[in-house]
């Protein structure tokens, strides 16, 4: 069983167009997260999200939102995307109340902007 | 505020070497620390993770790390390197506080030599 799933695994689109990356975790965490990884290997966190509720928003781009339908689901819609989206995104899920800040990974979304 | 510092970009051992790789932190509180690895084209996973127990860690794959609050390091150690362990390390600090900002290292890049 996959605890924390992303789809799609790879992405390639034009510049311009909108595209999400769904996040799905069978862990039965209340925290769900989206880094971003650029390809000098550098994770920056975008968003977390505490029981369907946005707790962290860092310096984003408007272009990007996340929605949470439930806990154990966080997707990422990007509209009118740029040559600087190209990157490896990740979702993470934890457990708030264990108290230790230990992440659990998806695999990671490919995307390509061309 | 917090920071994690990896000291080396780029590792690379023999295999069969004992394998040393370098993380510092600063934390205003009382930190969890975490290792994870992360293959080529694969998501992160957890090496092991210090929570305020045993300040020597074990965690899979014959890593160890010993956290030292005196020389605030976290170093990650392996006797003897195999090939597979070629990989990203990342060195990760939690604060354990409220919503447990997490922040990464740069990472390393362990090359293994046959």
Known sequence: DTAVSQTPKYLVTQMGNDKSIKCEQNLGHDTMYWYKQ????????????????????????NRFSPKSPDKAHLN??????????????????????????????????????? | AQSVTQLDSHVSVSEGTPVLLRCNYSSSYSPSLFWYVQHPNKGLQ???????????????????AEFKKSETS???????????????????VSDRQGYQKVTFGTGTKLQVIP
């Open chain 2, 74 to 92: 976290f170093h990650l150690t392996k006797p003897s390197a195999h090939m597979s362990d070629a990989a990203e390390y990342f060195c990760v």
């Open chain 1, 76 to 114: 990422l819609h990007i509209n009118s995307l740029e040559l600087g989206d190209s990157a490896v995104y990740f979702c993470a899920s934890s457990q708030r109340d264990r108290n230790t800040g230990e992440l659990f990974f998806g695999e990671g979304s490919r995307l390509t902007v061309l």
């Open chain 1, 38 to 61: 650029d390809s000098k290997k550098f994770l920056k966190i975008m968003f977390s999200y505490n029981n369907k509720e946005l707790i962290i928003n860092e310096t984003v781009p």
């Open chain 2, 46 to 64: 957890l090496l092991l993770k210090y929570t305020s127990a045993a300040t020597l860690v074990k965690g899979i794959n014959g890593f160890e």
